[in-house]
Each structure stands twice: as C-alpha cells, then as structure tokens.
C-alpha cells in the first residue's frame, strides 16, 4: 500500500517510560469494575466469608481449649489455648481468602469469562490487571481481618495494643499468597487442577503449628514446617497480638516480601506471555 | 453343536459366529431399562466420576494421611500430656486421643463427599450437563435417576470411607477392629442422613446464585466443627451443643466410637442414633425422588 503506512506506524504504548509496555496507569480502572461486578452480584456471600473462622475460633478455642489446657506461646510464655489458636486462624484466613481470590476467580475470569482478554485490548497493561485483582482480594482480606479481629476483641482474647497490628500483618501475608497464586493460575489448563491447591493447603492449615505448637514434631520435619509461607504467617501474627517481638519477626515480614516481589514479577511475566505474545 | 452348513440358510450373524447371546429387541431392552435403570444410572455415574478419578482419589487417600498426621500425632501430644483430658473406653479403661477422633474423622471425610455430590453434582445434572435428561428420554424413570445419583454417590462415599479404615488401621486407631469395620457403613450413614435432605433440596434449584456457598459456610461448617469431631460434644456449653443433637455427623460419630472402642453409652441411646440417621436418609430420598419426578416429567 501507500509508503506512509509502512514507515510511519502509529504507537500506542509509551515505550520510553519504565514498565511502559507493562503498566497503563490505570489500576483504579480494573478496581472499580471489581467492585461494582461484587455488589452487583454476591456481596452476601462475600461479607459472610469471615463466619469460617469465627466458627473454628468458637469450636476449638472452647472445646479443644478444654482439653489442651495451656500452652507455651511466643518467647515461652504460658497462654490460655484460644489465645494461641486465634492469630493462627486469622493467618489461615488470609491464605484461604487470597489463595481463592487468585486461584478460582481468576482461573474463570481467564477461561470462562475470558475478562482479561477484554481488559488487555484497551490500553490496560498486565501490571494494571495483575495489582487491580490483588488489590481487590487483599480489600476484601482486609475486611476479614478487621472482623475477625473484632470478634477476637468481644470474647477477651486480645491483651496487648499491638494486637491491633494484627490487621496489617494480615493483609501482608494475603499479598504474599495472592501474587504467587495468580501466577501459578496462569498455569493451569484445567478445573480439577485446582484440586491440587486445595491438596497444598490443607495439610499446610493442619501443619504449620496452626493447632500446637512446632515443638511437638521431631526436628527434621520442624525445618520443613518452617520452610512453609504459612507458618511465618501464623508465628508473624502470634508475636503480633501479644506484643512479644524478636529478630524471629523481622524474618517473617522478610519471607512474605521475597514472596511478593517474586509473585509479582512471575504473574506479570507469565501474563504477558499469555496475551501479549 | 455346530449348525449345518446350507446355501439357504442366511449368513451367520456376528453374534453366531462368536457363540454370544442374541441381541435384546428394542421392547426386551426397554424392560429390562425399567426394571435395572436405577443400576444402569449409577453405572454411568460412576464411569463419569473417572473423569475425574484423580481429584477421587486424591481426597481419599491425602485427606486421611493429612488429617491423621496433623491432628491425631501432632495435637494427640499435647491432649494426651494433659491429665484432665481421658477418653472413657470399654470396661472402665481409657483411649488416646487418636483413637477417640478416628470414627470422627471417617464419618466426617463420608459428609463432605456427600456434601459435594449433593450439590453441584446435582445441578450439573439438571442445568449445566444436563445428565438427567438423556436417560429421561429412554424407558428409565426420573425416580431411577434419583436412586441411581444415589447409588453413585454411595459407591464414591464407600470408597473413601473403606480406605480411611484402613489408614486408621494401620496408624493404630482402631481397638476392636473386630467390630471397627462396621464404622465404614455408619460413616456413610451420616454421608447419607445429611446428603438426601440436601439432595432434595439441590434437585429444586433453578440457579446457583451462591446457594451451595451458603450451604458449606452456614451448615457443614458448624456440623462438622460442633458434632463433637475433635472434643466430647459435652466441652461445649448448652448454647451451641444443640448443633450436635441435630447433626448427623455426632449420630454417626457416637456409633462408631461404640463399634471402634467400645465408648460407654445405654443401648437405647445407640438406637436412637440409628433410628434418627435411617429417619432423615429415607424421608429425604422420599423428597428427593419426589422432586425429580415433578422436575423431570412434569
């Protein structure tokens, strides 16, 4: 055709800005159809996501609580069981809440819906898609915790201010399993792939000195434990609500924020590589 | 006896030639459908659960490994380092924790089987697959249909309960392994006490619109958490223990504690437990078969 087609075509993307053929700017965009899609359809089941929790702390702080007794917590200290169990069934809250958010939704929204290919053909990047669903889930994270923690409030389990922290912390460690999620969603072909998620987190939720603590294991498998994100989530929180803080802490804020940025990068990297090839 | 050769006669058949049985006529076949159809259903129910024998047969082999490991070793020694926790067990001894929580555990692996199957299996056969409808066109009855998802869902619940068995066998937790066993079929009691009623309740869904979400959260959830699965249902106060009266789950728990250790408890309060899981399945088939006949053919 004519000469002026071929020499001069048009760009749409801001090449010369950092992270410009990843990133549009317009994360707000992708946050506020999340929202609007949200209330428009579930918001009912949504809200009522924190009443699993609440449901274990009720059950097993009382009943369990009655046959455990006391148990040494955080610096060695004796603390009544439900005091011990509360912090680590908020951290499995946060992984439960963004594992689903990253995982299911995402794997429909990729598949079925096919959402993001709609979103990826306006000047949207995949950054912006990636951070607006993260930012979404860890909204809706935040939302739990604030609950949970408010419900820990009226049955007296909270003893120190620092506990207040706890809402924060939590949200940390949802963004650390949510921006890993979604890049391994990017990988999955299938529905009963998903299964498979559900097989890692349950035995973590059972083992990460959720219910007792480390010390009833055998060494060897004490390191493997620790090796797991979830059980820096739950010994993060349990220094967290009583205010007992050691180098230990500062660790487990460093896993989460390794766990981050290399989410982050993976999920973004893999969704150029399905979109944008 | 080989038929004689002649010109005349036509060619053989391949069914002859091969010394098979003839054939059904369509009118033979389709009596034969009425009269088996709940079996022919179930059969094809459980070929399409090899669609997904992986996720099967995953839940039924790590659930038990995780379970048993996570809570019946690690949280087994902190219960029993504890002098005020002592499970009473037949003839005045007492049990460890371990073997307290296995019948617990099998009776609770039978109700989230069910409570999968129930639900989402259902409306797959109604709305998405629509796998009832096929067979409603043939000589096989909606009532058959009803019966036949049940059969699956039995076979399915059997399996997961008969290998959790054996995982408590081999991890200790069984006592009297010569009555033990029976505790697979008490199990799937409970899976089927609480999957009819809930069957009949799926079988009159139009949409999901969260409804299946809500059932999870609001009623297995707090089923499985107050049933006295991890704890005597008496550590709770009075304000939540009615959960366990009503559920399914500590009725058949109760009984499998009996058959597993020998848990001390009045022979008419073993009835009671019977009489009230065998109450809800039948009368929540009953409704069920109900419902997909008016759903169906109506």
């Known amino acids: 055709m004519s000469i002026e087609n071929r020499t001069a075509p048009t760009v749409l993307v801001p090449q010369d800005r950092f992270l410009g053929s990843l990133y549009g700017r317009n994360i707000r965009a992708v946050i506020a159809r999340g929202l609007k899609a949200t209330w428009g359809t579930n918001w009912s089941i949504m809200v009522s996501g924190f009443v699993e929790p609440v449901l274990y702390l009720v059950a097993m702080g009382i009943g369990l609580g009655a046959l455990v007794g006391a148990v040494s917590g955080p610096g060695g200290q004796e ?57 979404l889930a860890l909204l809706r994270g935040a939302l739990y915790a604030t609950g949970f923690t408010a419900v820990m409030g009226a049955m007296g389990l909270i003893t120190s201010p620092w506990a207040l922290l706890m809402i924060p912390a939590a949200v940390v460690i949802a963004f650390g399993f949510a921006s890993f999620g979604m890049a391994v969603t990017s990988y999955m072909k299938t529905f009963q792939q998903l299964d498979w998620v ?55 804020l460093l896993y989460f924020v390794v766990m981050i940025v290399l989410g982050l990068t993976l999920t973004t990297n893999r969704l150029r590589a399905l979109f944008l090839k | 006896m080989t038929r004689p050769e002649s010109a005349a006669q036509p060619a053989l058949e391949r069914h002859e030639v091969l010394g098979l049985r003839s054939p059904l006529t369509p009118r033979q076949t389709a009596a034969r459908a009425r ?31 995780v379970y048993l490991l996570g809570m019946g070793t690690g949280l087994a020694v902190l219960i029993d380092g504890n002098s005020n926790a002592g499970f009473p067990g037949g003839d005045g001894s007492t049990v460890s924790y371990l073997v307290f929580l296995g019948p617990a555990l099998v009776a609770t692996a039978a109700l989230m089987v069910s409570s999968e199957e129930n639900t989402y299996t259902v409306m797959g056969g109604f709305k998405w697959h629509r796998t009832y409808y096929g067979p409603n066109a043939s000589p096989i009855s909606s009532g058959q249909i009803a019966l036949g998802h049940v059969l699956g869902v039995t076979v ?47 079988s009159t869904l139009k949409e999901d619109k969260g409804q299946f979400a809500m059932v999870q959260r609001f009623i297995v959830m707090p089923l499985f958490l107050f049933s006295g699965t991890f704890f005597p249902l008496e550590s709770l106060p009075l304000a939540v223990r009615w959960i366990g009266w009503i559920s399914p789950l500590w009725h058949s728990t109760e009984l499998g504690r009996v058959l597993s250790y020998g848990h001390p408890e009045p022979a008419a309060m073993t009835a009671v437990h019977l009489v009230y899981l065998l109450v809800l399945t039948v009368g929540g088939l009953v409704l069920a078969r109900r419902n997909f006949t008016r759903r169906l053919d109506g």
């Open chain 2, 156 to 202: 399915r619940i059997l399996l997961t309960t008969g290998l959790y068995y054996l995982f408590l066998v081999l991890f200790g937790a069984v006592v009297q392994p010569a009555t033990g066993w029976l505790m697979i079929f008490t199990a799937l009691l409970a899976g089927l006490a609480f999957g009819m009623p809930l069957l009949a309740f799926s």
């Open chain 1, 198 to 252: 559900q097989m890692i987190m349950l035995p973590m939720f059972l083992l990460s000195a959720t219910f007792y603590p480390l010390s009833v294991y055998p060494e060897a498998v004490q390191s493997v434990i620790q090796a797991l994100p979830l059980w820096h989530g739950v010994e993060l929180l349990r220094q967290i609500s009583v205010g007992i803080f050691s180098w230990g802490t500062a660790g487990h």
């Open chain 2, 35 to 65: 009269r088996f159809g709940a079996l022919y259903y179930a059969d094809m129910w459980i070929r399409r659960m090899r669609g997904y024998q992986g996720t099967v047969l995953m839940t039924a082999i790590g659930t038990p490994l």
């Open chain 1, 79 to 135: 603390m009544e069981y439900a005091n011990f169990i509360a912090p680590a069934l908020l951290a499995v809250s946060a992984m439960n809440g963004a594992v689903y958010d990253s995982t299911m939704n995402v794997f429909f929204k990729l598949h079925y819906s096919r959402l993001y290919e709609g979103m990826l053909s306006t000047p949207l990047g995949p950054l912006d898609v990636a951070m607006g669903e993260i930012f």
